[in-house]
């Protein structure tokens, strides 16, 4: 009789609980705080589950989707920004059946989807364009960069499709026309007025918040080395696309 007990004991205690399971389940009956607490533990349990990942942050956007941020730049407590950090965990570990699912979701991350801090995420994810021909329609489809560094003002261009760089900064409302662009030899060059040209190059970086344990991805234009002067007029490399608050 004892040893039928162990045995039994020791197989329940074998059995690992499928916290993701269990949280989707709750999820399809839209019962999401119940498995925004599941997916937690899933995650914990096993980080390497993608889709715990991704399942822990339809739930952080479904919950979140009519609230803004109480501090924005708190990014250690913002939604979207933990948002962020679940689906790239979620990505890195298996894109090609994350992206897919992420594209089609029409649930949890529907509203997440519709905001600027996610486009600014999911071009990101894309391959990097090579030849000047896949760059030159990469940045027609791509026309918004910010500009920033820490005690200066932001500045933001749109790189027209007529060849042409407009600029306005976080204190002007009306844009100004400060020169051209074209692509040439795998480089994006910025011809400015009264300006040496400029040469760059577009990467994909890293934001790391939450002391280094959290992060997401985002594409930049980083000034050539070759090319990169102390008397640029701008403030910075460039992220893609209009940030909805500046935290600099």
Known sequence: MYSYVLL???????????????????????????????????VKLNPKNAFAWLNLARTTAVLNAKKEPHDYCQYEKNWIFKTLNYLTRAVELDPTNVLPKIAQDQEGLKSFKTRAEFFRWNIAQQLLPK????????????????????????????????????????????????????????????????????KFIIEKKTFYFNEGQSYFFFLGLKEDSETRSDISPFTGDFEAGFLTEDCS
């Open 8 to 42: 039994s004991f020791n197989i329940y205690a074998g059995k690992t609980k499928d916290y993701n399971a269990e949280g989707f389940s709750f999820y399809q009956k839209k019962q999401y705080q119940k498995a925004h607490e599941l997916f937690n533990k899933a």
């Open 131 to 198: 030849s000047d021909s896949e760059i030159k329609k990469w940045i027609e489809n791509q026309k918004e960069w910010t500009s920033r560094s820490p005690g200066a003002l932001s500045q933001f261009i749109t790189l027209e499709t007529n060849g042409t760089i407009i600029q306005t900064s976080s204190s002007e409302t009306q844009g100004k026309e400060i020169g051209n662009w074209k692509v040439s030899e795998g480089r994006i060059i910025f011809t400015l007025k009264n300006k040496a040209p400029l």
